[in-house]
């Protein structure tokens, strides 16, 4: 709305904006971000196996993606010669339509990924699976079939008796940002990632750090007053 009435400003249809003074009304959930914990992470990774689309889940953890974008990954957004991922269209579910090709959530989305070896075997995997089923292009998709959701996961989880919580496709994309926190990856590199808009949706993350990450900072400065 911003947008379009900011544009309607300088077309001179009309002389102020008035979502300038709009204010967003307080919900505590909207702030609320689930990462799984280094010992979650290990039981999902375990569990995921059992899924015909681990490689997908795998994948979305280990890059960051988002649950569209990874959707819409094509064979010709590998680039082996640059070892990186070409982030360049996501798919979406409009209803009474089904599924379709857009553009990127946004500007920056539109990014590149470094590709890691063990990334790269996963995709190889999946591409020979894929081939198994007739013939493949250069834009054909990598994944077309989305099986077992991730709500069938936990549930194999805590059949076995784990506290496990609920998940959705973007708490894998949390959780591999918080692991790139702790890992020491810096706000501005996280941030092209991602494809955040901005540098402070980034930052916001950095303070849902987990607590253990949290007290281990903290002791590092420790020395710094004595």
């Not at 995997?125 to 007739?134: A, F, I, L, P, T």
């Amino acid at each position: 709305l911003n947008g379009c009435f900011r544009q309607a400003v300088k077309n001179q249809m009309i002389v102020y904006n008035p979502v300038k003074a709009a204010e967003l009304p307080k919900c505590e959930e909207r702030n609320v971000r689930v990462a799984l914990t280094r010992e979650q992470q290990e039981i999902f990774l375990k569990y995921v196996d059992k899924s015909k689309n681990r490689i997908f889940f795998r994948v979305m953890l280990f890059t960051g993606m988002r649950n569209g974008e990874l959707r819409g990954l094509k064979y010709s957004d590998i680039d082996r010669k640059n070892n990186v991922i070409h982030v360049r269209r996501t798919i979406k579910y409009i209803k009474g339509v089904g599924s379709v090709e857009d553009t990127p959530k946004t500007r920056t989305s539109t990014r590149d990924i470094p590709l890691r070896p063990d990334i790269l075997e996963l995709l190889q995997e999946q591409k020979k699976m894929n081939d198994r089923g007739g013939i493949q292009y250069i834009d054909s998709y990598y994944f077309t079939t989305i099986v077992n959701s991730l709500h069938k996961i936990v549930e194999w989880i805590r059949k076995d008796g784990y506290d496990f919580p609920d998940i959705t496709p973007h708490a894998l994309r949390h959780t591999f940002a918080t692991r790139a926190i702790e890992a020491g990856m810096q706000p501005q590199t996280l941030k092209t990632i991602l494809g955040h808009s901005s540098l402070a949706m980034t930052m916001d993350l950095y303070s849902h750090v987990l607590p253990t990450t949290k007290q281990e900072e903290m002791e590092k400065i420790a020395s710094a007053f004595y």
